[in-house]
């Protein structure tokens, strides 16, 4: 059952060949069996998701219509709200926080019958690209337990990747949802700015924050991208346009099709092998028809540093709210008010949310902001511009998602800088608000996935998505997985 992906199990509770409660065993099961070593869950309550799994049932004996995901389990990311369970964000400061109210992505996971399997865990607060800046656990890669999954949605990608959910949900501000995606071998997908709500989702960058989609094939991430998809008048910057729809078209290979390929995306840095596997990626789709192009992202060098900026900055701004006063963690013992918000704030937050907050505290002080703040959302416009030219020329922009395969846990995480660079080549998307996704292309000597990255235009989704099933149906990169 676990090995089948979200469209084959919807088929077959459809034809009535399985139920929605023995899908939800068979993932609780493998949870049980895996997450001791993968550690890819924050919670999971396996009562209620018994409890959403039979009453899927119920309506299918009934006759009832059923939503599109009737069935099928979903796990989230810990930085989306869920009413009257433990959202933490990785972070002590928000211990025993249990919100009052769904995320608006919650919601529409809930109308379209999905069943909600558990909150998985990721870098506190989203800021990091290991998931070893969770203040819980350190969560593991299913092709490599000694070897990071990527973050910040690590929880997220691990699970998929190791069959303890068949889709989930993460976040990406700066690459969020397809670096882990890249590291653990199955598709992720950041969707265009203001596609997706971000009502309920616990803001880091709210300029550069969307929800996204993780499944072992394009069609299932693109599935659960509909599902949650489209306005929500509760978010100020949700974009005033119907959910689109990609499931109907998705078959259709875009024709013709030129490909724009960035010479800044394979100099110093990159790995042989990683580079080797998406030069073969491009030879594919050349064998398909596709025209590639050469084309030029110059300010892509200022990226890293712009997006460092900028994302600290809003992440000053945001979590200001936790203070000890309205909710969160509060010290036990302190003086005065403002020994008790420090105290609160020294105890609940890790040491790479301190190191962020503080840059951007910096980036927004009287007397720096015009040098800092405001120059990178100069470069923030002209890098915009860079993919506007390149996509006046191409319909999509291909490259490596990350520069290396899947590093040892540990390697990086007293190297802030070298950490950082893990980034180069996924939060340009973010910056311009482009949609981007990554799909498996390939695997290293030592059988680690390497992702290929397809940016298209934004709110270009359909597009984007059929380029990527077009690679999709000529290999068979995504039917790998790990050994349980």
């Known amino acids: 059952m676990i090995d089948r992906t979200a469209t084959e199990l919807l088929d077959l509770?459809?034809?009535?060949?399985?139920?929605?409660?023995?899908?939800?065993?068979?993932?609780?099961?493998?949870?049980?069996?895996?997450?001791?070593?993968?550690?890819?869950?924050?919670?999971?309550?396996?009562?209620?998701?018994?409890?959403?799994?039979?009453?899927?049932?119920?309506?299918?004996?009934?006759?009832?219509?059923?939503?599109?995901?009737?069935?099928?389990?979903?796990?989230?990311?810990?930085?989306?709200?869920?009413?009257g369970v433990r959202?933490?964000?990785?972070?002590?400061?928000?211990?025993?926080?249990?919100?009052p109210y769904d995320a608006t992505v919650i919601a529409k996971l809930r109308q379209a019958d999905a069943v909600l399997l558990g909150k998985t865990n990721m870098d506190e607060f989203a800021m990091g690209s290991t998931t070893e800046n969770s203040a819980y656990q350190v969560t593991r890669n299913p092709w490599d337990l000694d070897r990071i999954p990527g973050g910040s949605s690590g929880g997220s990608a691990a699970a998929v990747a190791?069959?303890?959910?068949?889709?989930?949900?993460?976040?990406?501000?700066?690459?969020?949802?397809?670096?882990?995606?890249?590291?653990c071998g199955i598709v992720g997908l950041k969707p265009s700015y203001g596609r997706v709500s971000r009502f309920g989702l616990i803001a880091y960058g709210s300029s550069l924050d969307q929800v996204g989609p993780f499944g072992h094939c394009v069609r299932d991430a693109a599935l659960l991208f509909e599902a949650?998809?489209?306005?929500?008048?509760?978010?100020?910057?949700?974009?005033?346009?119907?959910?689109?729809r990609i499931t109907p078209t998705l078959d259709e290979p875009v024709q013709p099709l030129t490909i724009g390929v960035p010479r800044e995306y394979f100099g110093a840095g990159l790995d042989a092998e990683v580079e080797a596997a998406v030069r073969e990626a491009?030879?594919?789709?050349?064998?398909?028809?596709?025209?590639?192009?050469?084309?030029?992202?110059?300010?892509?060098?200022?990226?890293?540093?712009?997006?460092?900026?900028?994302?600290?900055?809003?992440?000053?701004?945001?979590?200001?709210?936790?203070?000890?006063?309205?909710?969160?963690?509060?010290?036990?013992?302190?003086?005065?008010?403002?020994?008790?918000?420090?105290?609160?704030?020294?105890?609940?937050?890790?040491?790479?949310?301190?190191?962020?907050?503080?840059?951007?505290?910096?980036?927004?002080?009287?007397?720096y902001i015009d040098a800092y703040y405001l120059k990178a959302l100069k470069v923030r416009r002209l890098i915009k511009q860079d993919f506007d030219k390149a996509f006046?020329?191409?319909?999509?922009?291909m490259g490596p998602t990350a520069p290396t395969p899947a590093f040892k846990i540990g390697d990086k995480v007293d190297d802030p800088?070298?950490?950082?660079?893990?980034?180069?080549?996924?939060?340009?998307?973010?910056?311009a608000g482009l949609p981007g996704v990554s799909v498996p292309c390939g695997f290293t000597a030592a059988n680690l996935p390497i992702g290929l990255q397809i940016l298209a235009a934004p709110l270009a989704e359909e597009k984007l998505l059929r380029v990527a099933r077009m690679f999709e149906a000529a290999t068979d990169w995504h039917t790998r997985r790990p050994k349980a």
């Not at 409890?51 to 049932?57: I, P």
């Not at 004996?61 to 989306?80: C, H, M, N, S, T």
């Not at 190791?162 to 590291?183: C, K, N, Y």
């Open 13 to 83: 509770m459809a034809r009535g060949d399985a139920t929605a409660e023995a899908v939800a065993l068979a993932y609780l099961e493998a949870i049980r069996e895996r997450d001791p070593r993968i550690r890819a869950f924050l919670h999971v309550d396996e009562h209620a998701t018994l409890e959403q799994a039979r009453a899927v049932d119920a309506r299918r004996r009934r006759g009832e219509p059923l939503g599109a995901l009737a069935g099928i389990p979903v796990a989230v990311k810990d930085v989306l709200c869920t009413a």
């Open 228 to 244: 949650v998809a489209g306005h929500d008048p509760r978010d100020s910057t949700s974009i005033q346009q119907p959910p689109p």
């Open 392 to 397: 006046a020329e191409c319909d999509v922009v």
């Open 417 to 431: 800088l070298a950490m950082y660079l893990s980034d180069i080549y996924t939060i340009s998307a973010n910056l």
């Open 282 to 367: 491009l030879n594919v789709y050349e064998g398909l028809g596709a025209a590639i192009k050469d084309v030029s992202l110059p300010h892509t060098p200022y990226a890293v540093a712009t997006y460092y900026l900028i994302a600290t900055a809003e992440a000053s701004s945001n979590l200001a709210r936790y203070d000890g006063v309205h909710y969160g963690h509060r010290a036990a013992r302190f003086g005065d008010l403002i020994d008790m918000v420090c105290k609160s704030r020294g105890e609940g937050f890790g040491k790479e949310v301190k190191r962020r907050i503080m840059l951007g505290t910096y980036a927004l002080s009287s007397g």
């Open 87 to 99: 959202t933490t964000c990785a972070s002590k400061i928000l211990d025993n926080f249990i919100p």
């Open 162 to 183: 190791s069959a303890q959910a068949p889709v989930a949900l993460g976040s990406d501000t700066g690459g969020s949802v397809r670096f882990p995606a890249s590291m």
